[in-house]
């Protein structure tokens, strides 16, 4: 097992090198970037050429692949041309509304998804199948920014039940900052009407984020456990008397589980995305809209250091789920190398 | 006397290349049966069913044009802005007093041109590579495969996101940079179809009777190899759609004035709560249209290969 992980450690740290060489090919290769992008766009040839010596891209490809590289550790991500001050610093004022928006999803739409798996599995029936079927093609063909819009129409505009746009209303000041979770900061120091108002502005974008992966997940969970379910030891433990709730949960779960905790890692690729768009429609202050607005301003270095992390993120994630298959998974962890 | 050849050197006798048909028209054959039970099969599918007649009714809006809605998509009504739904304006009209029904008509054609180029782009190049990885193996192979893992680290929408950044913003390098992330997945496909079917009787048997490589590849394997390349290219084209809108909506693809669906919904995202038709049938039109092509994806998948129905998922 410890030699399984080792050897996965390895390769991830080989996918994070190719990574940075995808995100080194699209910001030096491809022409026109970033020395224009860096000098501005009424920049003479002299300035850009300034700026190209500045920052290396006379130099050699691999020579500017190693400084590239070097930097990236170092946290220098360059300077963004609409704060004037380095990326990186507008990235950590904004990563803690994105992951708490990003983790209230996760925890919705795990739990249910998962649950409404294993119900329609418990019941293959015709019409279940059918519905589930529907709505896991529906959560992939609806556009989550145009879902986000609607929702906004009916439960802000229509109804007035909920905000439509950002994490705290007008007027309201920030919990003192701990976390950086606005309703974990607000039980933090008691304010309870604040708690309140967060949770009224997370719940609308965090339900369409949820939705929109839900479905595939609930659809993925109904499979495995179906397949575990045709197993002989499942057979075996109801003809001894297992109660039912007993043999769903204990014993098919725990190896329908497997595989979904591939299929959830392959998702975060989907949730990421879908993060960027969500929080552009709700004026989330997070990394997605800051991405958003950075396209629109060609605010490159903000995007790149957006893709790099959200690459980096997706790439740590799957291999955490790699090594909780090892872990989890007796087959695999015991399996002669 | 023995008669001279006509050529010099003749690639392959006569009776070999009858041979070579006679294996090769077998598998056709069984091909072509292949593909009628599925058919067949999909005529009983109804996923695939409505996959189908949400697709057509998309097709036949592109083929039609705007002009099916009494409406150009570029005349400027400007008296009659912002327009609720109506017999006269069956959808609205928007801002500029533009028909909103014959923009959305109007863009049905471009999401299907995207979806073509998108895939027609992935597939070939995916394909190709993929198939002289999977015919030549050793390090052709390994730099082709290894390249295309890279590729797979990183999230799709991401990555076209920054390559369009990079690029510039326009509709074309949307497209350009969708396919880009998708080829990978061609190119493994088709090297697991190629590595499977390399080892076949009549591919041997076309190799020992010298058939070139390039022959080899073409007349033999590739046939035998291009059908579960359909099926996700059927798949992905929904999953194309919906990419390039993201990307225009967020600024990165088709710009304004074009009809495209999520430009239009961008267009139309500061009129929400006032003229809610403005973005509200263009992402219906996604909808469908993504749908469509997930549904028949997904009823050609289980028709073709039985082992996949209830295995996986949707």
Redesign the interface.
């Known amino acids: 097992m410890i030699g399984l992980l080792a050897r996965r450690t390895a390769s991830l740290v080989l996918?994070l090198i190719?990574?940075s060489?995808?995100?080194f090919t699209?910001?030096h290769v491809?022409p026109?970037?970033p020395a224009a992008a860096a000098a501005g766009s009424n920049a003479s040839p002299e300035q850009i050429a300034a700026v190209n010596k500045r920052l290396g891209l006379d130099k050699p490809l691999p020579e500017q692949y190693v400084i590239y590289v070097k930097r990236l550790l170092h946290g220098d991500f360059g300077e963004s041309i609409v704060s004037a001050g380095p990326v990186s610093a507008d990235f950590t004022a904004r990563l803690p509304a994105s992951s708490e928006l990003a983790l209230a999803a996760i925890l919705l739409y795990i739990p249910l998804g998962i649950g409404l798996g294993v119900l329609s599995a418990r019941a293959p029936g015709r019409w279940a199948d059918?519905g589930?079927?529907v709505f896991?093609?529906?959560g992939?063909?609806?556009?989550v920014?145009?879902l986000a819009?609607?929702a906004?129409?009916v439960f802000s505009?229509h109804w007035h039940w909920l905000p439509s746009t950002g994490r705290l209303g007008a007027g309201v000041a920030p919990p003192p900052h701990v976390t950086g979770f606005f309703t974990i900061d607000a039980i933090l120091a008691g304010q309870w009407s604040t708690l309140g108002d967060a949770l009224r502005h997370l719940v609308m974008p965090a339900v369409v984020l949820a939705v929109t992966n839900l479905?595939?997940l609930a659809?993925?969970t109904?499979?495995s456990m179906?397949?575990v379910i045709g197993q002989d030891y499942i057979r075996t433990a109801r003809a001894k008397g297992v109660s039912e709730l007993r043999l769903l949960t204990r014993h098919a779960l725990k190896n329908a589980l497997i595989p979904v905790v591939t299929v959830i890692a392959v998702q975060m690729?989907?949730l990421?995305?879908w993060q960027?768009?969500v929080e552009?429609?709700y004026s989330w202050p997070g990394i997605g809209s800051w991405?958003?607005t950075g396209?629109?301003n060609?605010d490159?270095n903000v995007?790149?250091m957006?893709?790099l992390f959200?690459?980096t993120l997706?790439?740590v994630l799957n291999f955490l789920a790699d090594a909780a298959y090892i872990v989890l998974d007796p087959r695999i962890r015991d399996a002669t190398e | 006397m023995e008669p001279e050849p006509l050529l010099e050197e003749a690639p392959l006798s006569v009776e070999a290349e009858l041979d070579i048909m006679t294996i090769g028209v077998r598998a056709l054959r069984g091909r072509a049966r292949r593909a009628l039970g599925a058919a067949a099969d999909i005529r009983h599918n109804v996923g695939a069913m409505v996959g189908v007649v949400l697709l057509a009714f998309v097709v036949l809006l592109a083929i039609v044009g705007p002009g099916i809605t009494g409406h150009s998509s570029t005349f400027q009504d400007l008296n009659n802005s912002l327009a609720p739904p109506s017999a006269h304006h069956l959808l609205g009209t928007d801002e500029l007093g533009r028909d909103i029904a014959a923009r959305v008509v109007a863009g049905a054609r471009i999401s299907l041109v995207v979806a073509v180029i998108v895939l027609g782009l992935a597939s070939v190049v995916g394909g190709l590579l993929g198939l002289l990885a999977g015919y030549y193996g050793g390090i052709v192979d390994g730099v082709i495969m290894r390249v295309a893992d890279l590729f797979f680290a990183f999230p799709q929408f991401l990555l076209a996101m920054a390559i369009v950044a990079a690029l510039g913003h326009s509709l074309n390098h949307a497209i350009l940079s969708v396919a880009i992330a998708y080829w990978p997945r061609y190119a493994r496909l088709m090297r697991a179809g190629i590595l499977s079917a390399k080892t076949t009787v009549y591919v041997r048997a076309a190799e020992a009777l010298g058939c070139t490589s390039p022959r080899i590849m073409l007349r033999h394997l590739v046939p035998n190899c291009v059908s579960p390349l359909l099926i996700q290219a059927t798949m992905d084209a929904g999953i194309a759609i919906l990419t390039t809108a993201s990307l225009s909506f967020v600024g990165l693809g088709a710009t304004p004035p074009t009809p495209e669906w999520g430009a239009m919904i961008t267009e139309g995202r500061d009129y929400i709560t006032t003229a809610w038709w403005i973005p509200f049938f263009p992402g219906l039109m996604i909808s469908i249209a993504v749908a469509g092509f997930m549904f028949l994806g997904d009823g050609l998948r289980d028709s073709f290969d039985p082992r996949v129905r209830n295995r996986i998922g949707f």
């Open positions: 996918v190719g990574v060489i995808i995100t699209i910001s491809i026109g970037n059918a589930s079927r896991a093609v529906l992939v063909s609806v556009p920014f145009w819009l609607v906004q129409l505009g479905a595939v659809r993925m109904r499979s179906l397949e690729a989907g990421i995305a960027f768009l552009y429609v991405a958003v396209i629109t060609s490159f995007v790149m957006v893709a959200g690459a997706y790439v």
